[in-house]
Protein backbone atom coordinates (compact mmCIF):
# COMPACT_ATOMS: atom_id res chain seq x y z
CA UNK A 1 0.00 0.00 0.00
CA UNK A 2 1.43 3.59 -0.95
CA UNK A 3 1.87 5.46 2.09
CA UNK A 4 2.82 9.38 1.59
CA UNK A 5 4.30 10.68 4.55
CA UNK A 6 5.03 14.98 4.91
CA UNK A 7 6.90 16.42 7.51
CA UNK A 8 8.40 20.06 8.40
CA UNK A 9 5.47 22.12 9.48
CA UNK A 10 5.38 24.11 12.37
CA UNK A 11 4.86 27.54 13.61
CA UNK A 12 7.05 30.05 12.19
CA UNK A 13 7.21 34.44 12.60
CA UNK A 14 5.51 36.26 9.05
CA UNK A 15 8.83 36.51 6.84
CA UNK A 16 9.59 33.21 7.63
CA UNK A 17 10.92 30.25 6.04
CA UNK A 18 9.89 26.46 5.91
CA UNK A 19 10.90 23.16 4.09
CA UNK A 20 7.80 20.70 3.63
CA UNK A 21 9.39 16.63 3.04
CA UNK A 22 6.91 14.53 1.75
CA UNK A 23 8.67 10.73 1.12
CA UNK A 24 6.44 8.13 -0.76
CA UNK A 25 6.83 4.21 0.28
CA UNK A 26 5.58 1.03 -0.69
CA UNK A 27 4.76 1.96 -4.42
CA UNK A 28 5.67 0.09 -7.41
CA UNK A 29 5.38 2.48 -10.13
CA UNK A 30 6.63 6.32 -10.21
CA UNK A 31 3.94 8.61 -10.12
CA UNK A 32 3.61 11.11 -13.12
CA UNK A 33 3.09 14.54 -11.30
CA UNK A 34 3.36 15.04 -7.11
CA UNK A 35 1.68 17.75 -5.83
CA UNK A 36 1.33 20.18 -2.63
CA UNK A 37 -2.20 21.12 -1.64
CA UNK A 38 -3.15 23.52 1.74
CA UNK A 39 -6.45 23.97 3.41
CA UNK A 40 -7.10 26.45 5.93
CA UNK A 41 -9.65 26.73 8.59
CA UNK A 42 -13.44 26.81 6.63
CA UNK A 43 -11.58 26.69 3.10
CA UNK A 44 -11.60 24.16 0.67
CA UNK A 45 -8.33 22.59 -0.42
CA UNK A 46 -6.21 24.16 -3.01
CA UNK A 47 -3.77 23.82 -4.97
CA UNK A 48 0.34 25.10 -3.96
CA UNK A 49 2.46 23.37 -6.29
CA UNK A 50 3.01 20.62 -8.94
CA UNK A 51 6.21 19.53 -10.60
CA UNK A 52 6.19 16.36 -12.86
CA UNK A 53 8.53 13.60 -11.69
CA UNK A 54 10.24 12.95 -14.52
CA UNK A 55 11.66 16.36 -16.31
CA UNK A 56 11.73 19.92 -15.35
CA UNK A 57 8.01 21.38 -15.33
CA UNK A 58 6.51 22.78 -12.37
CA UNK A 59 3.52 24.44 -11.36
CA UNK A 60 2.62 27.10 -9.18
CA UNK A 61 -0.59 28.82 -7.62
CA UNK A 62 -0.19 32.75 -8.69
CA UNK A 63 -0.34 33.06 -4.59
CA UNK A 64 3.14 31.38 -3.53
CA UNK A 65 4.88 32.04 -7.36
CA UNK A 66 8.33 33.51 -5.98
CA UNK A 67 8.06 32.91 -2.10
CA UNK A 68 7.60 28.95 -2.51
CA UNK A 69 9.63 26.45 -4.77
CA UNK A 70 8.90 22.31 -5.34
CA UNK A 71 11.43 20.30 -5.81
CA UNK A 72 12.74 16.05 -5.77
CA UNK A 73 15.08 14.02 -4.93
CA UNK A 74 14.43 10.65 -6.96
CA UNK A 75 16.91 8.86 -4.75
CA UNK A 76 14.89 9.30 -1.95
CA UNK A 77 11.59 9.19 -3.09
CA UNK A 78 11.03 12.42 -1.83
CA UNK A 79 9.19 15.96 -2.68
CA UNK A 80 10.07 19.05 -0.91
CA UNK A 81 8.00 22.55 -1.17
CA UNK A 82 10.43 25.04 0.25
CA UNK A 83 8.85 27.81 1.65
CA UNK A 84 9.83 31.63 2.24
CA UNK A 85 8.46 35.17 3.10
CA UNK A 86 5.88 33.84 4.59
CA UNK A 87 2.36 34.95 5.42
CA UNK A 88 -0.42 34.69 8.01
CA UNK A 89 -2.44 33.60 5.07
CA UNK A 90 -0.26 30.64 4.15
CA UNK A 91 -1.13 29.61 7.66
CA UNK A 92 -2.76 25.83 6.74
CA UNK A 93 -2.79 22.62 6.58
CA UNK A 94 -0.46 20.95 3.83
CA UNK A 95 -0.87 17.98 1.91
CA UNK A 96 1.08 15.57 -0.22
CA UNK A 97 -0.57 14.09 -3.15
CA UNK A 98 0.54 11.80 -5.90
CA UNK A 99 -0.83 11.77 -9.11
CA UNK A 100 -0.59 8.56 -11.87
CA UNK A 101 -2.06 9.68 -14.50
CA UNK A 102 -2.56 13.44 -13.77
CA UNK A 103 -2.51 15.52 -17.28
CA UNK A 104 -1.56 19.36 -17.08
CA UNK A 105 -5.12 20.22 -16.91
CA UNK A 106 -5.61 18.47 -14.05
CA UNK A 107 -2.18 19.34 -11.76
CA UNK A 108 -4.29 22.33 -9.86
CA UNK A 109 -7.17 19.96 -9.15
CA UNK A 110 -6.82 17.66 -6.15
CA UNK A 111 -9.20 15.30 -8.30
CA UNK A 112 -6.58 14.75 -10.45
CA UNK A 113 -4.41 12.77 -7.39
CA UNK A 114 -4.59 9.45 -6.63
CA UNK A 115 -2.89 9.39 -2.85
CA UNK A 116 -2.31 11.55 -0.45
CA UNK A 117 -0.27 12.11 2.75
CA UNK A 118 -2.33 12.89 5.98
CA UNK A 119 -0.91 16.64 6.13
CA UNK A 120 1.31 18.89 8.00
CA UNK A 121 -0.03 22.03 9.84
CA UNK A 122 1.72 25.01 9.09
CA UNK A 123 0.94 28.20 11.07
CA UNK A 124 2.72 31.61 10.10
CA UNK A 125 1.96 34.28 13.43
CA UNK A 126 4.07 36.27 15.10
Known amino acids: QVQLAESGGGLVQPGGSLRLSCTVS????????MGWFRQGPGREREFVAA????????YYADSVKGRFTISRDKSKNTVYLQMNSLKPEDTAVYYC???????????????????WGQGTQVTVSS
Open 97 to 115: ARGLRTITSETSNPRGYDD
Open 26 to 33: GHTSNPRV
Open 51 to 58: LRWNGDTT
